[in-house]
């Protein structure tokens, strides 16, 4: 029988929108830090007192004014599809659950107003449906919400286009304060740096606007190369033409492309592979970059089997790593910018250095209007120790690291840190939203 302040919350809220059982709470104070072994070992025991599960703004209100008077850590939740414990509570208190607020309020020229919770996945069915699409979105996307990305994630599919979180495909959100009073504040402009990618450590996203694009019919294609270095060639070559329009570009080296267990069949043993995304019509000038970088168009999958079958992305940006995990445990993964202009020869160095204890995935961004290789590589795990100095040779040879193996915001080098604190003080005076997550 719930006593003291979880009775109260119960009879405040209601049975249905508040879990006290062990069950419900493991399950929701999870998500995919286990990517991370450091992580893992770190957060696999951690879970909330209380689950909230509101079904409007009006009773997030509640809650959070409810948490403030007791004084209890708030974590906030989309779908749990992100991998640095962004929504393990680290001290237990409430995790508030926020899948619940999943409407679409507004579909408009080229942008969408949604509640957070509302499914990326869901959300693109709906606008092809009217003739538009998301600019960018996480290869989690069927499952991951709007919020829990704009919140938690960075780029993903897309962004070779349109770029990341912060280079405009955010223009507005909603956010509630943590105070005796919660307040809704409306924020756009140059303020928005502040609160994406922000882990609901300094305000609680409840609506969002965000632009979309024109629909476009995608292609989907595999290039196949002997040399990992004649496939990133290539990729450069396509992500900076930009007669091409995409939505992906990702090359891999062998064995990676073994991993991908359902499309194996239409790979070839031993050859690194570059998965692309580009609109019907491509096909020409795609085999044009291929031959003179000494690479073959392999498998294709037709604009008409688009979202028909698994696609290509779901081989992309972290899935990449799901897919190897699945294959073999022991892996783990790093983020990492690389030079767009030194980037052969760091991918020199690295190999030379290490050779099959780190393989190479990268996916091709623009970062504030510079085509980058971004890199997602994956590392043989044997000890922190190792994982370090693995991350130190990197750093020592200009790539910059984006270290995935901490919850801590600055520590793992995303996002605007400075001006969230000040955010954090204004909006969360007593320090109860996602406690550990930023440091002062």
Known sequence: MAIGWEKEMLDLLGENKVLLDRESRDKLSKDYFWYSPVLDRQLKEKVADGIVVPQSEEEVATALAFAYKHKLPVTVRGAGTGNYGQAVPLFGGIVLDLSKLDRIVEVGDEYVRVQCGVRLGALEKHLRELGQELRIYPSTFMKATVGGFVCGGSGGIGSITWGNLWDGNVLEIAVMTMEETPRRMVISGPDL???IHNYGTNGIVTELKIPVSVRHDWMQSVVQFDRFEDAMLFAE????????????????????PSYFLPILKHLE????????ETVDGTLEPLQAWAEKHNGRVGHIISSAQYRKTIGLSDFSWNHTTLWGLKTDPTITYLQAGFSPVLFMDQIKLIKDQFGDEVLLHFEWARNGGVVTPNALPIVRFTTEERLYEIINFFEDNG????DPHTWVLNDGGRGEVGGMSKRKRENDPLGLLNPGKMNP
């Open 399 to 402: 790539v910059k690291i984006f």
């Open 269 to 276: 043993d031993g050859a690194a592979a570059v998965l692309l």
């Open 237 to 256: 070559s396509v992500s900076k033409d930009d007669a091409i329009r995409k939505r992906l570009v990702c090359p891999v080296e062998w064995p990676i």
């Open 193 to 195: 740096l502040n609160y």
